[in-house]
């Protein structure tokens, strides 16, 4: 079993930053990713990091802005989210994968976290 815990979340001005954390407990080898889900809309893909950092997706949204990173000895996978647009604003979940093979799907990940809202306003 493995608990997913985020925090970070919350209301920023376009243009700003915030920077999201996930804690994870129990088994945590995994392939870790970020999804996100406004309002009337399908959870989305955001970002993955393989179990030992070097391989990280994006989607073209967030590439060039947002950065994934983890620290496997504190068990922590970090979101930094920079140049914030109005249409970023979402829950934000964390969540874990036994494979980083078709990671864009949620249906891959096997634990998520509760979320946490991120509001970018304009």
């Known amino acids: 079993q493995v608990q997913l815990v985020e925090s970070g979340g919350g209301l920023v001005q376009a243009g700003g930053s915030l920077r999201l954390s996930c804690a994870a407990s129990?088994?945590?080898?995994?392939?870790m990713g970020w999804f996100r889900q406004a309002p009337g809309k399908e959870r989305e893909f955001v970002t993955v990091?393989?179990?030992?950092?070097?391989?990280?997706y994006y989607a073209d949204s967030v590439r060039g802005r947002f950065t994934i990173s983890r620290d496997n000895a504190k068990n922590t996978v970090d979101l930094q989210m920079n140049s914030l647009k109005p249409e970023d604003t979402a829950v934000y979940y964390c969540?874990?994968?036994?494979?980083?093979?078709?990671?864009?799907?949620?249906?891959?990940?096997?634990?998520w976290g509760q979320g946490t809202q991120v509001t970018v306003s304009s």
């Open positions: 129990g088994r945590t080898l995994y392939a």
């Open positions: 969540a874990a994968s036994s494979t980083i093979s078709d990671y864009v799907r949620t249906s891959t990940y096997n634990y």
């Open positions: 990091i393989s179990r030992g950092g070097s391989i990280t």
